[in-house]
């Protein structure tokens, strides 16, 4: 089994920063691409960040050159640091993970609990 526990949301004031985290632990035999999204209420959820396995990012053209994806492969973790938050930012952020078990060969998408993001003064 696997699990995706994610930490750092909060409450921030816009142009502070905030970092979420999300760490995967479980019978993981490799993870591939990794991304947060951000949902909305009344809106769908929309990927803001995403990095592959060898470390290509790409963002969601609101939040370029103001968010920062990163990952430590060898703790199974996701990072996005939020710089410079505007109102817009808040939501519930997910990570999710393209996982390969331990002892399956196909990836399967595995998402973490939330956790909220409020961007005010």
């Known amino acids: 089994q696997v699990q995706l526990v994610e930490s750092g949301g909060g409450l921030v004031q816009p142009g502070g920063s905030l970092r979420l985290s999300c760490a995967a632990s479980?019978?993981?035999?490799?993870?591939?691409?990794m991304g947060w999204y951000r949902q909305t209420p009344g809106k769908q959820r929309e990927l803001v960040a995403s990095?592959?396995?060898?470390?290509?990012?790409s963002y969601e053209a609101s939040v370029k050159g103001r968010f920062a994806i990163s990952r430590d492969n060898a703790k199974n973790t996701v990072y996005l640091q939020i710089n410079t938050p505007q109102p817009g930012d808040t939501g519930v952020y997910y990570c999710?993970?393209?996982?390969?078990?331990?002892?399956?060969?196909?990836?399967?998408?595995?998402w973490g609990q939330g956790t909220q993001v409020t961007v005010s003064s």
């Open positions: 990095i592959t396995s060898l470390g290509f990012t």
């Open positions: 999710k993970m393209g996982i390969i078990v331990i002892g399956t060969f196909r990836p399967a998408d595995r």
């Open positions: 479980g019978s993981i035999a490799s993870i591939l691409d």
